[in-house]
Structure formats: C-alpha cells, structure tokens
C-alpha cells in the first residue's frame, strides 16, 4: 500500500498499458493509466497495489460502493443457478420484481410499466421509440450541452461536438436542441427567474421557428446535466417545462442514468422539483455495475410498441436484476438517499469555503453528493481554466484520489463518490483534493 507515496504506475500497470495500447482501440478513453486490481466500497487498488479513494464512482456507477456485500451475493448465487435464458424465450421473476419495484419509487402517480436494456443509450434509444410511437410524432428536442449517449440517435441528441460527435455524421434527423439554464454563464446581472423566464418564453418562438409543437414526440433532459458540467436548474425551469410538454401533449423524458438511485439526496433528482417526467430512462448504479438500463413510464405509453417490438437478447438479464434488486434493499438499509445528502453538504462546505482561498474557483454547485467546481482563469471573464482542471485531475490521482472533469469547455471538476465512502475517507479524498487545487492554482 502506498498512500503516503505519490501513486505511480507500477511495473504491472506499465505492462498492461503497453498491451492495451497495442490490442485495444484508441476510442474507449481512460483518466488514468493505473489498472485495477480489486475494488471495495470507496476504494479501489491496482494492480500493484497502489490505494486510491474514489471520488468518480465509475462515472456514478457505483452509489451503494464497489462490490457491497449484498450485491456480490445476489450475483453468485443468481449466477450459479441460471445466468441468462433470453427473456423474449423464457421469463424469470427477477425480471418482474424489479420492474414492479421501479414502478412503484419512479415519480408520478399514474400506473407505469418498465422494460430493461442494457446501457444507458439504449434507455434512451428505447424511449424515443416508445414516445414517437406512442405520438406518431417524429421530432425530439433535448438541450444544449447534453449527454444522451454514443449511439446514433443519442449522439444526435447529444451535444458536445468535440469528442462526442467529430465526425460520425450524418446524425439522426427530426433532433433539435434548447437552451438549458447555466446561471453562472448567464448574462451578467440577470437573475436565475429571468434566465429561465427568457428560455421558457423561446420555446414558443422555437415552435414558430424551428418545429411545429405537434411534430414533436418528446422532450428529452436531464435533470442535473452530467457530462454538461453538473449544470442544476431550478424547480421552477423543470416547471415550466413540464407545463410546455402538457400544452402540446409532448412526452417528457427524465433521463436520470447519472443523476438517479440516490445520488442527489433523493431516490431520483426529479423528486427535488417536484415534477414527474411521463418516462424516466435510468442506468448505471442500478445494478452496481452489472449492465442495467431501465425505461420505466406511464403504462399507457410504455404498452403501445406490441410485441416484439422492444427488447434485445441481453436486456434484464437475472444476474443484471438480482444486482439491482440487491442495491435497492441497500439504499433502503444503509439510508444512502440521506447518506447522500451528508455527503454532498460536506463536500459542497469544503468547495465554498476553498472558493475564498483559491481564485480559480469560479463556481460551486451541485445536488446531493452530485458536486463540482468549475475552474476559470479569471473570475471577471469566466475564462474557463481547462488546462488547470487537466492538472488537478491528474495530480489527484496521483496523490491517490479518484476524480473527473466535465463540461462543454472541460473546465468543471465533478465528483460522484460512492455514497458509502466512509468520514474518514471523505477527508482524506477532500485534503489531496485541496492540494491538487492550491497546486494548480499557482
Ligand atoms: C445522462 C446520461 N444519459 C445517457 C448516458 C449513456 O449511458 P451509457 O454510457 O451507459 O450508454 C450517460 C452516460 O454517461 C449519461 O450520463
């Protein structure tokens, strides 16, 4: 173990990086050059046996913590008994208990029905089908700085250009984007009630402009924009969508693949404005690493596609399931939805209080234990610091904490630790954190 060391490649990770750079492709991009070895709770060691703190969760893959217990019970033992039938041959329970599980905590109270996929662009991909049949409607409107995924039409949905999209045209047709409030960037002086007040009266001007509101199935946003850079809107904007969408008889879609299962100091960050979505899309932690992806929506949506029509041979399998049913009964037992909100006001405490000592701190935010910091070079012109941000990432992890960036400028830090990282461990991630950022700010 070599936490007071600074955390080197070692003579594995070396080896394993020569390989990889020879047998895998360069796209599949990695933050570090350290291979892991095992992984429990909120640490993860490589494989030569350097210990990092992990503040980036597998991009919040990981909620309930590396390999709880309890999940890596219900793999085994699923695993051991039947690992995959195909569900369009044969059904299983696991299958059903967690649709009706979802069904029930999902917001909104309207009857809803849940289909499961493997990735997160395939919840997305699955909903916009199911919203475009459901309407008859071809065109989807998500907004800009969005994350939907790497496949077609979630690429097309997406919006950073560069690396997301550079070149992989044409891009789906009958895709438009919106404005999404950033307050921090917004025009100087103007009040976040004004911000969304001037994006929310442009939708109308957007109908006139852009697409008729009657050609459009759905609107598709995430309720804290991730890879945008952890951008939080207010209850009233997701409001003020909600009453647009109901106007025009469009179908909102929540996609909660980042932002859900606790991580936001409620089950779902839609619960935080009060507003339920007509499909919610969720993935990552809901089965602590399995590939899981779940479409949960009002039933009389969710059963329009006829059989057949949905589906695909991995999706739901009952290992993905038991994982998932094993990580909603440790949400409930270790009470992550509060843990979260510990976690995240600490680290939020920590930003702020940082924000007076370091001027490339130009901005703090977050929901929940969903935080970050968004680096400039100067605060009067918000020049956005990407280089610094670059530096304090890798100096992190070279100090042995586990972080990330994010942003349409690559200037946010964000952090989505394991919401069971321990007191102890919290601090000790914050202080490397602190160094990394008063180096950076030199
Ligand atoms: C909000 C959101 N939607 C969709 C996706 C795509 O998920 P996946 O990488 O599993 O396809 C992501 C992944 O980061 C995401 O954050």
Not at 221 to 226: H, K, T
Not at 367 to 395: C, F, H, N, Q, Y
């Amino acid at each position: 173990m070599t936490t007071d060391m600074k955390t080197m490649p070692g003579q594995k990770s070396v080896q394993l990086h020569a390989r990889r750079q020879n047998a895998v492709a360069i796209g599949p991009y990695h933050v570090t050059p350290l291979y892991v070895g095992s992984a429990q709770g909120a640490t993860i060691i490589d494989v030569d046996g350097n210990e990092l703190i992990d503040f980036a969760g597998g991009i919040g893959m990981q909620n309930v913590g590396h390999c709880h217990p309890k999940v890596v019970q219900a793999i085994q033992e699923q695993a051991a008994s039947s690992i995959h039938s195909c569900f369009h041959v044969m059904p299983y329970e696991s299958y059903i208990e967690l649709a009706e599980k979802l069904n029930e905590k999902t917001p909104g109270r309207f009857k809803k029905k849940t289909m499961f996929a493997n990735s997160g662009a395939e919840a997305v991909e699955n909903a916009v089908k199911i919203a475009r049949k459901a309407t008859g409607r071809s065109a989807v409107v998500s907004f800009e700085r969005a994350y939907h995924g790497r496949t077609l039409m979630t690429m097309s949905l997406t919006s950073k250009v560069n690396p997301y999209k550079q070149g992989f045209g044409p891009f789906a047709p009958e895709t438009y984007k919106l404005p999404y409030p950033y307050y921090y960037r917004a025009t100087q002086g103007m009040l976040p009630e004004e911000v969304d007040e001037q994006i929310l009266n442009y939708f109308e001007q957007f109908f006139l402009g852009e697409v008729a509101p009657d050609n459009v199935a759905a609107v598709i946003m995430e309720p804290v924009q991730g890879e945008g850079g952890f951008i939080v809107p207010s209850a009233n904007f997701m409001q003020g969508v909600r009453r647009i969408c109901d106007k025009y008889g469009i179908i909102m879609i929540a996609d909660e693949i980042q932002t859900g299962f606790a991580r936001t100091g409620k089950l779902f960050a839609m619960e935080n404005y009060g507003v339920a979505a007509d499909i919610t899309t969720l993935s990552k932690s809901i089965a602590a690493g399995m590939p899981l992806s779940a479409i949960t929506g009002r039933a009389e949506l969710m059963d329009v596609p006829g059989p057949g029509q949905l589906g695909g041979t991995f999706s739901g399998s009952p290992v993905a399931c038991a994982a998932g049913l094993a990580v909603l009964d440790v949400i409930e037992e270790e009470n992550l939805v509060e843990r979260a909100q510990i976690v995240g006001g600490r680290m939020m405490d920590a930003f702020r209080n940082w924000q007076d000592k370091y001027d490339i701190i130009g901005d703090v935010r977050g929901l929940g234990a969903m935080v970050a910091m968004e680096l400039v070079t100067d605060r009067a012109t918000k020049e956005p610091a990407k280089e610094a941000t670059a530096k304090v990432v890798s100096e992190c992890w070279n100090n042995g904490l586990l972080g990330l960036s994010a942003g349409i400028f690559g200037n946010v830090l964000r952090f989505l630790p394991p919401l069971v990282i321990t007191d102890e461990q919290l601090e000790k991630g914050l202080g490397i954190l602190e160094q990394a950022i008063a180096t950076a700010s030199k």
